[in-house]
């Protein structure tokens, strides 16, 4: 995975119902081997965030910044497919931007805001980020004891196919 | 509570199961006791098109002591491991965390396969195959691996087998000398799962100081782990009224533990020192 990877994952222990979900908070720091710039552009890419969003398979322009999208999100043998809107809000080129998902399949609903800033560490970028997410119907009262650990792999997913990305960027932009 | 639509095909020998997991690939599931993956067929939260059935393949459950060498075949049920005459003598570790598991429905049709090929980061087997040091031996399309436990469990429900591989065997060597073991576990009153278990080998030398130290934690964090703070806390030393809850101390550094429901993270470490000094005081006890 990442250089310097630490995913912490605070959960806020309450009973999900199958209306309001279960809720999430997760926090981490990623440090990245690439400039902050190209980090920034790699993050704002439709075509970078679909392959950095775990289970992503088609990711369709709707407007500026929002985009129709298709995961098959899981861990192991346990997978749901959604039909989710993804858009970037708040842009602060290279610092700062939020990026919002919201899923509905049938196994639940998978609502999620990530709030990621970034900054300069040398010739790396260091990204921190605090995320909410929200998760209901079958996923969250069956699947609750796995929640947190899930929410925890697919950042860490996201981050590490973001290295991966990131370093090659300049090259195919 | 009615699965998706699947083909169902049993294979009869270890060659064809490969032939077709490389044939149906991801479409495919491997089904082994299914007590994990029935449960989430009937939810729908997993849907594969194809479910190989292992349960025909009778030379895949088996419990053999070769010259101090213990090999579990990968079918082998749970009942048959808490069962065993071979393990209760080698390595009682191992039926004390199969009588532990689950419910009698579950541990006669569960194997040990299944249970670490799942990788349920709250399932009983990954502490014993971790606190053993045990390795798991897979087939692939290219032949047999080992994988030392150590290194299996990747993280929540993702292992080190790859795709088109399946695991044929766990086998480790026997504990020697002044062997004491114990597995401990708080229980989920309703899954049975682990929501602390510990794992726990130690080996005594002539003197009765503590010689080499296994230690396998599951539930606590999205993985089973090895506790080597603890391990290399207790070797050299006297297991005593001393050094046993100082080392159990150490079972949650460094660990990032699992939040839910029952157990907030704070008090999951809690229990999982509280259990680790249980585990080690019988183990212990056990070694004199």
Known sequence: MGLATRIRVISVPSMPSVVEGLNLKIEGTQKIAAPRERVFAALTNAAVLQKCIPGCEQMEKTGENQYDAKLTAGVGPIKGVFTATISLADITAPSHYKLVVEGKGQPGFVKGTGELNLAEDGENTSIQYVGEINVGGL??????????????????????????????????S | MIPANFDYIAAKSLDEA?????????DAKLLAGGHSLLPAMKLRLAQPKVLIDLGKIKDLAYIKDEGGQIRIGAMTTHFQIETSDVLRRACPLFPETAVNLGDMQVRNKGTIGGSVAHADPAADWPAAVIAVSAEIVAVGPNGERVIKADNFFVDMLTTALQPGEIIKEIRFAAPKGRVGQSYMKVRHPASGFAVVGVAVTVALDGTGKCQSAGVGVTGVAPKPYRAPAVESELKGKALDGTTLPAAAALVTYDVNANSDLFATADYRKHLAQVYTRRALETAASRAK
């Open chain 2, 18 to 26: 490969l032939s077709l997991l490389a044939k149906h690939k991801d």
């Open chain 1, 139 to 172: 996923l969250a009262s069956v699947g609750q004891r796995m929640i947190q650990g899930a929410a925890g792999m697919m950042a860490g997913r996201f981050f590490s196919a973001l290295e991966q990305e990131a370093k090659t960027y300049s090259k195919v």
